[in-house]
């Protein structure tokens, strides 16, 4: 680390699948950190944390280091909601050097509902007013929206022993959905998360009801930032569909002027469009899928490829649409031999069988 000072944990956790566990850890961090991985000794460096996990004699062993005492207990956080995650349904434990500290998370804020308005059809936007929106300006583009029963005093979670989240549980059960901070109005004290209203009839869409529901005056919390900051090059290539629009309009509004910008996004129809605001030039094509035919598939998929193999050297490739299109463009982007730092590939949303 960087720091002067250095703060440490150590922890060993024991998953039903080591070996697997390992895997499924660089698949999702190579997102957020510099990841590398030897054997069975993975390491990992981010701007608040380094990470090595090591496998012996089926214990991971946890290395955890950041700058400060409050970045290492939401990092620890972090790790121990991420492999609690990737074990399933298979049992696991986690036991750390230190005690996780008691009390409220460093990282909750409590937000109010301002306003709510549709964007499109399919797109609506709640303002919400938050007292110290400090930590949104220049953090991650995401967060974890926390809703509390309506007609009930909201009650926050905490830590766990094994430093994971102490979700309240029965009446005092929370909504909990991740979304993008699409803006952040420091002036006003604002921020805008934008809510995709699926069509679908007999799916539970709870994010995208609070949203349909929204009235000011009503209590929320924001858990982050964290993950996806807006890329530093001089050439971007966006790529997702309506579930990355808000992220993609965020980019485009916060990059350099003079940076280029070729974007593909594909949403249901015209009337899901929306400007990409920016104060450098945006190249946009649009995708609509009411305009493909029945049978087609891979539309998007086909023209993200193309725009791969047509971009100038050195562009900084962004994506975020549903799993297994991103697992193909990583593929594809790895056979060309694409420098990874100069890529940033997740996936918002799964689809069905």
């Given amino acids: ?16 699948n080591p070996i697997s566990m390992l895997d499924e850890i660089c698949e999702h ?6 990841v590398k991985r030897t054997d069975n000794l993975v390491f990992m460096k981010s701007e608040s944390a380094t990470v090595d996990i090591r496998l012996q004699d089926d214990r991971l062993l946890i290395g955890l280091v950041s700058p400060t005492q409050e970045q290492l207990q939401m990092n620890r956080t972090m790790i121990a909601e991420h492999l609690f995650y990737f074990s399933g349904e298979d049992p696991m434990t986690l036991d750390w050097s230190e005690p996780a500290p008691l009390g409220a998370l460093p990282n909750i804020h409590a937000v109010t509902v301002v306003s ?51 979700w309240p549980e029965g009446e005092d059960e929370l909504l909990v959905r991740i979304y993008t901070i699409r803006a952040v109005d420091a002036e006003r004290g604002e921020l805008w998360v934008d809510f995709l209203q699926h069509p679908a009839p007999g799916v539970k869409t709870p994010g995208a009801d609070f949203a349909r529901d929204a009235q000011p005056g009503d209590s929320a919390a924001l858990l982050g930032p964290g993950g996806g900051h807006a890329p530093d090059a001089a050439s971007i290539l966006l790529i997702g569909d309506e579930s990355a629009l808000p992220a993609i309009a965020r980019i485009c509004a916060e990059v ?21 605001v920016s104060g450098t030039a945006v190249d946009v094509r649009w995708l609509h899928r009411s305009h493909y035919a029945a049978d087609a598939r891979g539309t998007l998929m086909a023209s993200a490829k193309a725009a791969i193999e047509a971009m100038e050297p050195g562009t900084f490739v962004w994506v975020a649409c549903e799993k297994d299109d ?9 056979a060309r031999n694409h420098d990874r730092r100069q890529m940033y590939a997740a996936w918002y949303w799964e689809r069905e069988a």
């Fill in 1 to 16: 680390m960087n720091g002067i000072q250095e703060f440490r944990l150590s922890g060993v956790a024991l998953p039903t």
């Fill in 29 to 34: 961090f190579v997102e957020h950190a510099e």
């Fill in 116 to 166: 709510a308005e549709d964007v499109t059809p399919r797109m609506r936007r709640v303002k919400f007013s938050c007292a110290d929106v400090t930590p949104f300006i220049e953090g991650g583009m995401h967060v974890r929206l926390l809703v509390p029963p309506r007609d009930r005093t909201p009650v926050w979670p905490g830590v766990r022993d094994d430093g994971r989240i102490a």
């Fill in 256 to 276: 350099a002027p003079g940076t280029r910008i070729h974007a593909i996004v594909e949403v249901a129809n015209e009337a899901e469009e929306q400007p990409l």
């Fill in 326 to 334: 991103v697992r193909s463009l990583r593929a594809f982007l790895k």
